[in-house]
């Protein structure tokens, strides 16, 4: 009898401590959240958002740091196989209707001999998608998008945007956020314990 009196005072003991590590853990996470997503606020993460849908996006910002809305005209779901199989329809109209929010035209076409060269032609510049190799090595959907994003930054930065495409996740879940430095050292900040929730640069 003493025995299950005393199993049940631990076992009661450990469901109070985990509460109260719990609580005191998403205390922690509310508290987080608001200081990450207002530092975003100010430094113009929602810049080029929908106007009639401006408080509630920051609020969601402050109070759950919800990066993901596309009401930002931030975030792109891309999906790295598509991109290599040069499935751009796929992507491509939300990454205009982003990038022309920043007087940014973006135009892309494969080449004549796109099926054997793997060439495409962004804004009437010519890059390799991908090599034969990184074909035959079955790295092409990462070195695709790498080299995809890499040449748009690049372009970008021509016409003096001060933002970059940063890539997250990977494979076909992969997605793009357009941020400034500022704004990307923010989120790695707040995903400083979760590496696969932080964005990279192609």
Avoid: C
Avoid at 77 to 105: C, V, W
Avoid at 163 to 179: M, P, R
């Amino acid at each position: 009898m003493e025995y299950y009196i005393f199993l049940g005072l631990i076992i009661g003991i450990l469901i109070f401590l985990t509460n109260f590590i719990y609580e005191k853990w998403g205390r922690k996470i509310e508290k987080l959240n608001k200081k990450l997503g207002t530092q975003l606020i100010d430094n113009g993460f929602l810049d080029f958002a929908d106007s009639f849908n401006l408080d509630e996006l920051r609020s969601k910002l402050i109070n759950s740091f919800n990066i993901y809305e596309e009401e930002n005209h931030r975030i792109v779901q891309i999906d790295a196989e598509e991109l290599a199989e040069f499935g751009f329809d796929f992507f491509l109209p939300k990454l205009q209707k982003i990038l022309a929010k920043r007087n940014f035209d973006l135009n892309v076409r494969t080449a004549e001999d796109y099926e054997n060269s793997n060439d495409i032609f962004i804004n009437d510049e010519k890059i390799k998608l991908y090599t034969k190799e990184e074909m035959e090595k079955d790295t092409f959907w990462d070195s695709g998008a790498r080299n995809f994003f890499k040449k748009v930054n690049e372009l970008m930065l021509i016409e003096g945007i001060k933002e970059k495409f940063y890539l997250l996740y990977d494979d076909n879940d992969l997605a793009v956020l357009l941020l400034t430095e500022k704004q990307y050292r923010v989120i790695k900040h707040r995903y400083f314990d979760k590496e696969n929730e932080q964005p990279y640069l192609p």
